[in-house]
């Protein structure tokens, strides 16, 4: 079955960075488009950055030239390098994966705050 795992989360001080990972099983990977989104407290789930299967990037206008999405097809593994970090970017990020259905990770907390 279809899994998906993300890693990387914690607790960084504003203006600091992240790299947040998951990796994927269950599927080809390289054959799919990756996505991250994140859910603050309180908020709806929201769209962060996608990546398709050709390494396309995309990204929500609230973290564009702060964050970048990236892919290792070999290791079955995404990743969002988060810079610049502010303290609205405190959330649970999870990556997805649309089959038909969609597969969410567990998801990972991300806490910026002094």
């Known amino acids: 079955q279809v899994q998906l795992a993300e890693s990387g989360g914690g607790l960084v001080q504003p203006g600091g960075s992240l790299r947040l990972s998951c990796a994927a099983s269950?599927?080809?990977?390289?054959?799919?488009?990756m996505r991250w989104y994140r859910q603050a407290p309180g908020k709806q789930r929201e769209w962060v950055a996608t990546?398709?299967?050709?390494?396309?990037?995309s990204y929500a206008d609230s973290v564009k030239g702060r964050f970048t999405i990236s892919r290792d097809n070999a290791k079955n593994t995404v990743y969002l390098q988060m810079n610049s970090l502010r303290r609205d970017d405190t959330a649970v990020y999870y990556c997805?994966?649309?089959?038909?259905?969609?597969?969410w990770g567990q998801g990972t907390q991300v806490t910026v705050s002094s």
């Open positions: 990546i398709s299967s050709g390494g396309t990037p």
């Open positions: 269950g599927i080809i990977f390289s054959r799919y488009t």
């Open positions: 997805n994966v649309a089959l038909g259905n969609a597969y």
